[in-house]
């Protein structure tokens, strides 16, 4: 595949096929050069990374789904499981409130944190929406999935994709990888698995989302915020400041009749 | 719109030097705002308390930029780059109206100037004679007004700040960027009043700040439990749970300039001593308790908010 600058380009990620070998979470760490946290017993399932962090750019969630009754034949569902990463959204929270325009967009359409920039205030930690940022302890900046940016560069692709054995996680254009997740998508509800989605796809969610999913289960189930709760910062800009404005223009006459009064006395 | 408790975010570990830079900037702001509103009064006697107000505001704000870059993960020395793109090809001035972060940084060095040189005034004129008119008469009230608008936007913004975020309780809620005007402006009347101790003719104003304080006290009640109604109404009260000593210290402060305000209004009544009572008022041992737990209730509603939402 060629990698072309000016054109967007992610991931889909179809859930439906992730085995959980965590196959995506060793190659980042290898090309990105992350040292990983202390091992930690999690007793949580098969999950021994926890969540995306500054160390962790691509984290294998598994949701326990055992069913409490035995089953019937076919019916088996016992994980969901996902290989989770930045999404690399189209109105992305983490951008829109930087202060430093540390994060940027990227001639690949995908979203950057520039290291020599960033000077650690968080405040892209507190806006992401899905927990994807986090602060390297070493450094005290900011850091997330770049998408390979350096192998895009070179025009190789991300490293996770590449090692991925089930191909649960497939990079290329965007509109590309698109059109194969609705070729996926229109499939498994021809086999009546109805409950299969399209997360991210289109543009109900922060724009669209340059790394988009096929989920097994409600978004909610996997950590991400629905539809309608997929909401920016800016949001309460005019809230809080109309809030803000009230307030002052009320203390001020608070103020003003508190200090006239013993004309009045 | 708002998340309705679905909230998968995770905390940015804003602690001590935030919750230290968000009192200080209340107080600052607050102070500034009070000095310019007792100049407006049009009462000379009130100059010496106003002339306090701008020394102690004057007095904290160099103390926020110093917070504020402690807190910064990656070295104090990387804090220009709040105001300077430093981005290859993109270079310029970072300005990003919509981020209260960004607007806020400018607003601090705004600010700062007007600290800086109201306070130099006042050192001034205090050189010419304790209770004589501000310099430059009407010139330098109408250079406090636009300064006092920068005060206003110093004590309010960082509530604004936590709310522009997808951080439970704080995203949740319209109410922060008023609820710390409101407990700023409070604190700083607390802390004008308590200072009077220390500069004898300013004690004329004190039983007006005392009122003052009680009124700012009242709004910021009412900010408070809009802010536990929006709170709760978008399903992340049980978050505010943990906290609740931190609440029960902040309604102690707001309770204590209530308390103040009932005294002080009694104290303004013909039949109570009026003027006369408020001009020969001392700064006794009730006073100074009541300015602490204003002062402490101040710090305490901070903390409370900063730890509920993360």
Known sequence: MEIKAGESYGFFTDTSVCIGCKACEVACKEWNQLEGNEPAFLADSFDNTGQLDAQNWRHVKFYDRVPDRSTTSGNGTAFLMMSDVCKHCQHASCMEVCPTNAIIRTEFNTVFIQQDVCNGCRNCVAACPYSVIAINQKTGTAHKCTLCYDRLQGGLEPACAKACPTQSIQFGPLSQLQQTADARLEALHAQGVTQAQLYGRDDKVYGGLNAFFLLMDKPEAYGLPNAENAVLPSRNNIGGYVGAVITAVVGVVAGLVAFRRRRMA | ?310
């Open chain 2, 1 to 310: 719109m708002f998340l309705a408790a679905e909230h998968f975010v995770r905390a940015p570990d804003w602690e001590w030097f935030i919750l230290g830079y968000f009192f200080l900037a209340g107080l600052s702001g607050g102070a500034y705002v009070i000095a310019t509103l007792l100049r407006l009064s049009g009462d000379p006697r009130d100059e010496p308390a106003a002339r306090l107000g701008f020394y102690t505001s004057f007095v904290l704000i160099p103390l926020c930029p110093l917070l504020l870059t402690a807190d910064l993960g990656a070295g104090w020395w990387k804090f220009w780059h709040m105001l300077v793109n430093v981005t290859p090809g993109n270079a310029g001035l970072n300005f990003k109206y919509w981020s209260p972060m960004s607007v806020g940084v400018w607003l601090l060095l705004v600010f700062s100037i007007f600290a800086t040189l109201s306070a130099l005034g006042a050192w001034l004129a205090d050189r010419r004679g304790r209770e004589g008119p501000p310099l430059l008469g009407p010139l330098s009230v109408a250079f406090n007004v636009v300064g006092a608008l920068a005060g206003l936007f110093l004590a309010s913004y960082t509530g604004v700040l936590l709310s522009v975020s997808n951080q439970p309780v704080w995203s949740d809620t319209w109410t922060l960027g008023g609820l710390f005007l409101a407990s700023g402006l409070s604190g700083a009347a607390a802390l004008i009043a308590l200072l009077t101790r220390y500069r004898p003719e300013a004690v004329y104003s004190l039983v007006r700040l005392r009122l003052a304080d009680g009124y700012f006290s009242l709004l910021e009640l009412i900010l408070l439990i809009a802010f536990f109604v929006t709170v709760v109404n978008a399903g992340t009260g049980a978050r505010t749970i943990a906290t609740a000593p931190l609440w029960a210290l902040a309604l102690v402060g707001l309770a204590a300039s209530l308390v103040g305000l009932r005294a002080e209004g009694r104290r303004m009544r013909p039949s109570g001593g009026g003027e006369g009572g408020a001009a020969v008022a001392s700064v006794g041992a009730n006073a100074i308790l009541v300015s602490m737990l204003v002062l402490i209730g101040v710090l305490a509603l901070r903390a409370a908010v900063i730890f509920s939402g993360q």
